[in-house]
Every structure is written in C-alpha cells, then in structure tokens.
C-alpha cells in the first residue's frame, strides 16, 4: 500500500481497461496501449536499463498511458493525490480516427471509475474529474489527460 505501488496498479488497471480498443503504432501494426508509471522510459530504454528493442524517438512508444501524481496532501487519516492520466495516441489516417480513439480511450476511463472508483480495496477517487485536450492538434499525434483526486491510506510511522 504505497504510492509507487498505487501509480503502477493504476498504470496496470488503464492497460486492462483499454485492452480492446484498436490502437495504431508508428509501424502501422495494430497494438495494445502501454500503461507507464510516472515518465516515458525513453532515456532508460536508450541506455539498455528498459524493457523491450532499443527505441529511437518517443514517437516509438505509442500509443502510451503515462500515470503522474502532480501533488499529495497527507491529512489524518488518508493523503489526498492529485494524479493525471495522460494518454498518447498515434494515427496517420487522415480522417483523424485518432480522436476517435482517444476519446473512446478517456471515457472508458472516466466510466470505469465514476462507477467503481474503487483500486485494490485499499484506493478511491473522487467521482468529479477534468478531461483535458491539448488547444491545438498535431496530427498524427493525439493527445489527453484526466485529473483525478485519489484517496491513498496512510501508513501509521514507527517512531
């Protein structure tokens, strides 16, 4: 019941839920989303320590889920994380299918915990949440995030 152990059971839980929905990789090959806990590994994957073929560009890692918690306040009882979702999405088809996507890709999310905001028994998230797209597009590239507010317990310190 930690915070590293809740951002990858919430990267884990994004793959899970978007497991059927057909993405697209710069290789034009039909792929599942990938789930990444806090950055892109491109810099690890570069240097050998990743997982995986030796990647170039980031543009190799789509379509991608990033989880990032952006602050925690620890109150009595529980902390309260303010966590985003960001999801990256790769199309070349020129009907922008891309978006569809996408934004099939935040719904489900958003539906999945809005009905159960419940992870592992030991997490909750708020039902409200924001959905956020970028103002301008850049195809082939499509882009989004949803903010959440995650009730993680507190451990009780050994002193």
């Known amino acids: 019941m930690t915070i590293d152990n809740f951002v990858h059971q919430l990267a884990e839980e994004a793959e899970r839920i978007l497991k059927d929905i057909s993405f697209i990789n710069v290789k ?38 990033l989880v990032q918690i952006s602050d925690i306040d620890y109150e009595e009882e529980e902390a309260l994380a303010k ?3 960001l999801m990256g999405v790769y199309d070349e ?11 099939a890709a935040v719904e489900r999310l958003v539906n999945r ?3 159960n905001s419940v ?4 997490y909750y998230c ?3 949440m924001k959905v ?10 499509f882009f989004a995030g949803i903010e959440m507010t995650w009730h993680l317990p507190v451990l009780e310190p050994n002193l």
């Open 28 to 65: 034009k090959q039909q792929v599942p989303i990938k789930g990444y806990p806090y950055e892109l590994p491109l810099a690890m994957i570069r240097a050998g320590w990743g997982e995986g073929e030796e990647i170039g560009s980031e543009e190799e890692l789509f379509p991608y889920i």
């Open 126 to 128: 708020d039902r409200q």
């Open 132 to 141: 956020a797209y970028p103002e301008q597009g850049d195809w082939p590239h």
């Open 119 to 122: 992870l592992m028994d030991y």
């Open 93 to 103: 088809d020129p009907q922008m299918s891309g978006w569809t996507n996408i934004t």
């Open 83 to 85: 966590v985003w979702i």
């Open 113 to 115: 915990f809005r009905v």
